[in-house]
């Protein structure tokens, strides 16, 4: 079967933090962490794959995310808005007609609000969670990035979910990290990417089949984590693990993908 693919495909440049554990044993030579936004084009619209953090915090993240900012040395500039960067690449927050938000985990969901005018897709099951979170997950959740009062035309999916109905960018149901977790496969030109958002966050982890402590439900998480592994072997599409460092490296950083 032959499918259709997206013309173009961006990793934006990413705001960056420091895992606390790896600060205190590496110091400054700790790596710094991205919060990965990706943009994909289609014939049929802009595609954006996560939102990063809220774009009121750029420039002082402290103001939005407070104590959490200095302990996780957050870098968000103004130069990382996602805004900025679509008007670099001759675009504007209005053309984009279509948001996927992997879950809504503040550094996944802050700039959502900027896209009423899209549809917005999340997994089923991850809304009503994000609004009642156990206590382990809450710190995960803001609640003014998802509220009722920005106008977005949320679209829940149960399943994976062929956003054009040809093939070139899927939706990836991947219950385990929230209920509603979602990964994002993109068919291009010369090659296929898998985009993880958080269904696993480490190549280490990825390559042992290895659940995240903080993973709503740790089972669900390592099938999600097969089904993910399963379905990049068998459409030869690269995985691109959304909060690994070594991983952008790999991929070639932030910019056009091909
Ligand atoms: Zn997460």
Redesign the pocket.
Same mark, same amino acid.
């Given at each position: 079967m032959t499918h259709a693919v997206a013309s173009r495909m961006w990793a934006l440049e990413p705001a960056t933090y420091v895992s606390p554990a790896a600060a205190q044993l590496l110091g400054q030579e700790a790596p710094r962490i991205p919060f990965p936004v990706y943009l994909v084009e289609h014939a049929e619209g802009l595609v954006l794959f996560d939102a990063g953090l809220a774009p009121e915090a750029a420039g002082d993240p402290g103001s939005v995310y407070g104590e959490l900012a200095g302990r996780l040395c957050i870098d968000f500039a103004r130069e990382h808005l996602i805004e900025h960067q679509l008007q670099a690449l001759g675009f504007s927050l209005g053309e984009v007609t279509t948001v996927v938000a %992997? *879950?809504l *985990?503040f !550094? *996944?969901a802050g700039a959502l609000k900027q896209f009423p005018h899209a549809r917005t897709l999340i997994g089923s099951g991850e809304m009503t969670y994000a609004l009642a979170p156990e206590r382990f997950a809450s710190g995960?959740y803001r609640r003014e990035d998802f509220d009722d009062v920005h106008g977005i035309r949320w679209q829940e999916i149960p399943c994976d979910h062929d956003l054009f109905g040809d093939g070139a960018v899927t939706a990836l149901h991947m219950p385990g *990290?929230?209920p509603g %977790?979602l990964a994002l496969m993109v068919r291009l030109p010369g090659s296929s990417y898998v985009l993880t958002? !958080?269904v696993v966050h480490t190549r280490g982890a990825y390559e042992g089949e290895i659940a995240y402590h903080?993973d709503v439900d740790t089972v669900a998480a390592r099938q999600s984590l097969r089904k993910l592994k399963f379905l990049a072997d068998t459409h030869r599409a690269n995985v691109w693990i959304a909060h690994d460092p070594d991983d952008w490296v790999h991929w070639g950083g932030a910019g056009e993908k091909r």
């Open positions: %992997s *879950h *985990h !550094d *996944h995960w *990290h929230t %977790s958002g !958080d903080g």
